[in-house]
């Protein structure tokens, strides 16, 4: 313990916590911008400087540690006023669009500029331009409206450990951009997202895609469809201030009609259906000595990072597409021809939690004929936007249920938003597959939580399977290095790309608590538990769709339809 | 050609960066974009950090040197005598901007930001020559200097065509 003082208040404080954490622990805010939280500090944009007494200048709080008897002002004159001067040099180097900007009243640099008074322009001068970078299908990089603080290249580098993006150039010629400042879509990103969920600015963003959606929704020959990501609905009343975890659905149908969306549909019923393939296709590889292990592959973010980086591994990845795809290719087959709509028609929209997906919407083979099985990827921010554009309010909504047949899901499908959860509804129905019963003990709980990797061994009728869950792609490499040597003793891996799950996706609220995680997260694993049906082989209109329409898992029809193929992109992005 | 250098190197020892940056382009005179992204790979670093460093620093290049470097200096004292004169009369007598090389590679001109000459101001060198005490007047003869009679040809066409 070291004790100090802050602002003439005494503060217990653990050995090596930096000035910040102390005086965060007595309620005392100190604004940062380049800190990340359990990330080492790197001290670049000085917005956290206090003055400590006995030191001649000012000391970055969020990198220096505390020690006895230390003495710490964190809000007098000389340090608001050096506060204030790096927001105005931030300010006077940004372009002025907050009114027409994607994140106003959301953004970092706007609350610095209102909390220390800005009301004058005392540096205008030049001010930096770049171009826009919109060469990708799910991300936009606006360089113009960076302030260097590296929170996206740490994140992208340290935790995701891609490196796609990086500083490049020095002074006032600095930029963050990708390598020779190419279009993000020949770059190494794999377009997960997780930095714009750090950005502070609206320097990294989504692609929008309101405006095809908006204009679907007002073509009377068009038959819109919605559906609903499993870990959309326990984040998205986030952004109307409800309780972290709070689950939305039933207002989220009701919310989606109102937009004009004809029928409402669960993305949920196709993970169940998901299940049903992948189970499936697990036991065929493991009962005939096919490629082992396997990996799931409903993440569009790690399976392109696998086609990017390893494509010799391509084999082990499931052929199953990822649960919104089955949806969509269920929509335009089956659904239409039982409805008697022409596929040509249906418009599927997926509300997704995920920046990724808008990129693999777009991919050539997830298509019928030459349809494609989704048509327009909205996030959940974006949607919170048509919410407000619509008059919408939501939190007054009432709750609804979904449309049917594609609706019906069940607690397994649920926690296909977490790391972990995919593992576990695929274990529940690869158990009844094997033994011919119901597991007993539904829940794994050394599937859960947010560890970089989980693992654990299951037997199942004299099958011993080891099964690993990578939570974060910064967590893949060594896996596959293993499979690589030879070396790999698991037989199913689930990976996906973003820490925490799709409940943490790059398409979610902006947030900067990683705590907020966990707390989604319980929110999915209480649907579940409340679900009647919590194994996906026994949700019945995936019965009815496998008796009427597909005949087995993984036959040809389902393969025609459930499955795809990736391919080497190392190559394509080499060329 | 560059993959012998990193013979003298471990793969994925991160701290030779910058010394296999410097090894590559004295092989070239510069840094190719292949070049990098093989640093890159045996170094285990992302491209991204490559093409970082080697933009931070004014020692590396990435584009292809000229015969001839042109260096104005920029520094205060040749500011005060109007050296930015000197660099838009080099910008226009070559076709081309501070940083960049002749299509012909006879020429790559460059600022920097003091050559330490301040008494002879304003100064531009070429390669390891010293030109003092300069005026607009004296560029055209000390391109000449350095023009063979064919690429000479080449580079009046050029200054017709801007003054026109
Ligand atoms: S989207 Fe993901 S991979 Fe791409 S730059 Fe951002 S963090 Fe890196
Ligand atoms: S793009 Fe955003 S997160 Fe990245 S350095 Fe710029 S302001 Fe920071
Ligand atoms: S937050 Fe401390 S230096 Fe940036």
Redesign the pocket.
């Known amino acids: 313990m070291v004790q100090l003082t802050i602002n003439n208040i005494k503060v217990n404080a653990e050995e090596g916590m930096t000035i910040l954490d102390a005086a965060k622990s007595v309620g005392i805010h100190i604004p940062t911008l380049c800190h990340l939280k359990n990330l080492a500090p790197t001290g670049a944009c000085r917005i956290c400087s206090v003055e400590v007494e006995g030191q001649r200048g000012l000391t970055p709080s969020c990198a220096y540690p505390v020690f006895e008897g230390m003495v710490v002002e964190t809000n007098s004159p000389r340090v608001r006023r050096a506060r204030k001067t790096i927001v105005e040099l931030l300010v006077e180097n940004h372009p002025p669009d907050c009114l027409i900007c994607v994140r106003n009243k959301n953004c970092e640099l706007q609350d610095l500029a209102e909390q220390y008074g800005l009301r004058e322009h005392r540096f205008a001068g030049e001010t930096k331009t770049h171009a826009i970078d919109i060469s990708s299908a799910s ?1 936009e990089r606006d360089p113009a409206k960076c302030i260097l603080c590296g929170r ?1 290249v740490r ?2 580098f340290e935790v ?1 450990k ?1 490196g ?2 990086d500083f490049t150039n020095r002074g006032f010629t600095s930029i963050v951009t990708t390598p020779y400042n190419k279009g ?1 879509n020949i770059s ?9 969920l750090v950005c502070p600015t609206a320097a ?1 963003r989504e692609k929008s895609s309101l405006k095809e959606v908006s204009n679907a929704l007002n073509n009377k020959n068009k038959y819109t469809i919605a559906q609903i990501a499993p870990a959309v609905r326990a984040t998205l009343g986030e952004e109307y201030n409800m309780p972290l975890g709070t689950d939305v659905t039933g207002q989220l149908v009701t919310g989606l009609r109102r937009l004009g969306f004809k029928k409402v549909f669960d993305t949920n019923f196709a993970a169940d259906l998901t299940i049903m393939e992948e189970a499936s296709e697990l036991i065929n590889r493991v009962q005939n000595n096919k490629t082992l292990p396997m990996f799931t592959s409903c993440c569009p973010g790690w399976v392109k990072f696998a086609e990017q980086n390893y494509p010799q591994i391509l084999d082990h990845v499931s052929s199953c597409k990822s649960p919104h795809e089955m949806e969509g290719a269920i929509l335009k087959t089956y659904y239409a021809k039982k409805m008697g709509i022409d596929p040509k028609d249906i418009y599927v929209v997926s509300i997704m939690p995920c ?1 990724v997906k808008k990129f693999e919407s777009n991919r050539a083979e997830l298509a019928e004929e030459t349809m494609p099985d989704v048509d327009a990827v909205l996030t959940t921010r974006e949607l919170v936007r048509f919410f407000k554009m619509a008059g919408i309010d939501f939190a007054d909504l009432p709750q609804s249920e979904f449309d049917n047949p594609l609706g019906e899901s069940t607690g397994a499908a649920a926690i296909f938003g977490t790391s972990g959860g995919v593992m576990e509804a695929a274990l529940r129905t690869a158990y009844f597959k094997l033994t011919g019963e119901e597991l007993t003990q539904l829940d794994f709980e050394s599937v859960r939580g947010s560890g970089g990797l989980k693992e654990a061994s299951v037997t199942i009728s004299g099958l011993k399977l080891n099964i690993a869950v990578v939570n974060g792609i910064g967590n893949v490499e060594p896996i596959i290095k293993d499979i690589l040597a030879g070396t790999s003793k698991y037989h199913f891996i689930e990976v996906m790309a973003c820490p925490g799950g799709c409940i943490n996706g ?1 398409g979610q609220p902006i947030h900067q608590k990683p705590e907020k995680v966990m707390k989604r997260m319980k929110a999915l694993y209480q649907i579940d538990a409340e679900m009647q049906t919590r194994q996906s082989h026994n949700n019945e209109s995936v019965k009815i769709l496998y008796k009427e329409f597909l005949g087995e898992p993984n036959s040809h029809k389902a393969h025609e339809i459930l499955h795809t193929k990736y391919f080497n992109r190392k190559e394509i992005l080499n060329n | 050609m560059h993959k012998d250098v990193f013979k003298n190197y471990q793969k994925n020892d991160k701290s030779a960066l910058i010394p296999l940056l410097q090894d590559v382009q004295s092989l070239y005179n510069y840094l190719p974009e292949e070049a990098l992204k093989d640093i890159a790979e045996f170094l285990g670093i992302p491209l991204s950090r490559v093409f970082g460093v080697a933009t931070f620093y004014n020692q590396f290049r990435l584009t292809p040197i000229g015969k001839n470097v042109i260096r104005v200096c920029r520094g205060t004292a040749c500011h005060v005598k109007n050296s930015s004169n000197l660099l838009f009369a080099l910008e226009t007598a070559l076709g081309i901007k501070a940083g960049e090389t002749t299509r012909d590679k006879n020429f790559t001109l460059e600022t920097v930001a003091c050559i330490g000459a301040c008494s002879i101001a304003p100064v531009i060198t070429v390669n390891d020559e010293f030109y003092g005490r300069l005026s607009v007047k004296d560029i055209p003869k000390i391109i000449k200097t350095y023009t063979t009679a064919q690429q000479k040809a080449a580079v009046e066409i050029k200054a017709e065509e801007s003054a026109a």
């Open positions: 991300m996206c994140v992208c995701q891609i796609a993006i993000l190494d990103c794999i377009l997960c997202g997780q930095c714009i990294l920046t790059g």
